[in-house]
């Protein structure tokens, strides 16, 4: 049963990844057709949650190597190439973002490669998933295929599919965020990618049983009612986005899309499960040792409620309209021969490096002790122990910095000098 568990978290981290941060690459990729100051405003956007949005992708990476390992040795290097090439995108599009953010006013390169990078990491992800859907060579638990055997025609299919979801998924959370296209404009974009992306599921769907050697058998009555229940929710929410797409409430196309999103995933996992990697390679075979699998569950379960409570807060402070931000004016200098006020003095900064030093070291013990403990061979401290060890130190680590802060170490030190 944990094997199931394993999986489903892996499903869930994928599922989040590809729902939040789906829309950051669409985005992305639409701010290549746009203007200088419609680039700089996507970006703004982008920038206020897309950290969080792809920490999903790391949970799902976890997930996948301690839980389902059989999956992971076979999958891994069978996509190495679009995987690197991904995660250098992926590092390329936050460089474009954040030096672009920083430079103070709009810089044509930076924008043209946070866009650039978008749309190479999402072709990178289709590719992957075609890979994975066709089913890698194997043998005896181990891939044995060539270097270049996730390049196929389903493949470049799924690319093509997978970005125009983000970019139905982008054109959304723009009519969320932004009143820079005109209600016309947000029809007929927006259903026009929606079209796209029914052809592209429909395209998909029927080539799958030609791709995937493992068909679905219909002696399975609960997969058979998840997946055509997948189905009846993607139509429901496809129309419910058709008709909200130019219309308030902006949010309702956004909602619509990623319910579409999330059934298209349910739907894939009812088509294939208990095959996990096709042809053949199940979750049974895939799974972890016992006590692997407690440790991930419960680890990578427990970190899960933080990083979604992570998206919920940047959201709701977000939330509404994106708007320039207004810039304080500059302080006037103060007469001649008057000094300007002192900043705090940071005396307390060795102090707060040592401490963090020390409560880093505890977190690596905590988790080194943490695998002993759920792997049955410890006998040093047990599973409340590990827990008291880490609550305690991440209370140290708070509790310490909001006393520095109400110290003032943190300010920023403007001098003291007199003018002359």
């Given amino acids: 049963m944990l094997e199931y568990a394993a999986y489903g978290l892996v499903l869930f981290s994928l599922g989040m990844y590809v729902v939040l941060d789906g829309y950051d690459l669409g985005v992305g990729m639409l701010s290549l057709a746009a203007g200088p100051e419609r680039r700089r405003e996507y970006g703004e956007i982008v920038a206020t949650a897309w950290d969080a949005n792809e920490s999903w992708l790391i949970l799902a990476g976890v997930a996948l190597w301690a839980g389902l390992p059989g999956a992971y040795a076979v999958v891994l290097p069978g996509v190495y190439l679009p995987l690197i090439v991904m995660l250098v995108s992926i590092i390329l599009r936050g460089l474009g973002l954040e030096m672009n953010g920083a430079a103070g006013r709009y810089r044509r390169g930076w924008a043209l490669l946070f866009g650039g990078a978008s749309l190479a990491a999402a072709v990178c992800q289709g590719l992957v998933l075609g890979a994975v859907l066709s089913g890698p060579r194997q043998r005896g638990g181990a891939f044995d295929g060539g270097a270049f055997d996730w390049f196929s025609f389903y493949g470049v299919l799924c690319a093509v599919g997978l970005v125009v979801v983000y970019l139905l998924a982008g054109a959304a959370w723009l009519q969320d965020k932004t009143e820079g296209w005109s209600r016309p404009g947000l029809r ?166 040592v401490r963090r030093a020390l409560l880093t070291v505890l977190g690596i013990l905590a988790a080194a002790l943490s695998q002993d403990v759920f792997g049955g061979v410890s006998d040093l401290i047990g599973p409340i122990g590990v827990t008291v060890l880490g609550a305690a130190a991440l209370a140290a680590w708070i509790v310490g910095d909001r006393r520095d802060g109400r110290a003032g170490y943190f300010d920023a030190d403007t001098g003291a000098e007199t003018t002359p």
């Avoid at 894939?268 to 016992?290: F, I, K, N, R, Y």
């Fill in 188 to 353: 007929r974009t927006g259903r026009s990618l929606l079209l796209a992306t029914v052809g592209m599921a429909l395209v998909l769907g029927l080539l799958l049983p030609g791709a995937e050697a493992q068909p679905f058998p219909p002696g399975r009555p609960v997969q058979a009612v998840l997946l055509w229940l997948a189905v009846g929710v993607a139509a429901v929410a496809g129309a419910v986005a058709w008709y909200g797409f130019g219309r308030r409430p902006d949010w309702r196309p956004f909602a619509a899309v990623a319910t579409m999103t999330a059934s298209g995933l349910l739907g894939l996992a009812a088509l294939t499960l208990p095959v996990v990697v096709p042809p053949g390679l199940t979750v049974h075979q895939a799974a972890s040792p016992h006590s692997s699998l407690v440790f991930l569950v419960l680890g990578v379960g427990l970190c899960m409620p933080f990083v979604l409570a992570y998206n919920v807060y940047a959201w709701r402070s977000f939330r509404g309209k994106y708007s320039d931000p207004v810039e304080s004016p500059v302080p006037s200098l103060p007469a001649r021969g008057r000094a300007l006020p002192a900043a705090p003095t940071s005396t307390g900064g060795p102090r707060t490096m």
